[in-house]
């Protein structure tokens, strides 16, 4: 694996803006909200997914990953892994 750093710096900047494709940026509008109020996630945050071409069980897929990233994140974060 290649790992492009100008594309990654671009992501942590603004990822509206990085080259990355339409479907990409709407997954990661998705996880974002799903990551700052998940309660906030509504049938159209699902609709715009489908629009771009991902199906429920894609939907799924991405929604437990991110769910997971948060939770191990906030374990990690309580019990002070990674800090001095």
């Keep these: 694996m290649t790992l492009d750093e100008d594309l ?3 992501l ?8 990355i494709s339409e ?3 709407v997954m990661l509008d998705y996880v974002s909200q799903l990551t700052r109020d998940a309660t ?7 609709d715009r997914l489908r629009a771009v071409g991902f199906d429920d069980r ?3 897929q991405v929604t437990l990953i991110a769910s997971w ?15 001095d």
């Design 40 to 46: 906030r996630i509504t049938a159209p945050d699902h």
């Design 69 to 83: 990233f948060n939770y191990i994140n906030r374990v990690a974060d309580a019990l002070g892994v990674g800090r």
């Design 12 to 19: 942590q900047e603004d990822y509206q803006s990085a080259p």
């Design 23 to 25: 479907q990409d940026k």
């Design 58 to 60: 894609a939907i799924l």
């Design 8 to 10: 990654v710096k671009s």
